[in-house]
């Protein structure tokens, strides 16, 4: 088990950047998959990028081409690039880990979970 913290929350305008950190704490190795979940009110959490032990990335539909998963392992640092952002990226941001994911975007498979960071983007 790890914990896992979250920060680089914060309000940007339409069409703006931000960079989210997720600090490891605790011994991770190959066997974990890393990602970055989201929950905005009133809708279920949804997958929004995975990284793989070997550094291979999975993306949601809904942010291709405008997010960017990656990781310092020396560092044990967990990063999520936002570019472009729209209002309906407005969401509490969560780092997850779990080992030997299968189904990649589904929170199930994920044990380890940080308490978040809120994004908001404005019009």
């Known amino acids: 088990q790890v914990q896992l913290a979250e920060s680089g929350g914060d309000s940007v305008r339409s069409g703006g950047s931000l960079r989210l950190s997720c600090a490891v704490i605790?011994?991770?190795?190959?066997?974990?998959?890393m990602a970055w979940f989201r929950q905005a009110p009133g809708r279920e959490r949804e997958g929004v990028a995975t990284?793989?032990?070997?550094?291979?990335?999975t993306y949601a539909d809904s942010v291709k081409g405008r997010f960017a998963i990656s990781k310092d392992i020396s560092k044990k640092i967990l990063y999520l690039q936002m570019n472009d952002l729209k209002p309906e990226d407005t969401a509490m941001y969560y780092c997850?880990?779990?080992?030997?994911?299968?189904?990649?975007?589904?929170?199930?498979?994920?044990?380890?979970w940080g308490q978040g960071a809120q994004v908001t983007v404005s019009s």
């Open positions: 990284i793989d032990p070997y550094g291979t990335t």
């Open positions: 605790g011994h991770i190795d190959k066997t974990y998959w």
């Open positions: 997850a880990a779990g080992r030997y994911v299968a189904d990649l975007l589904a929170g199930h498979e994920y044990t380890d």
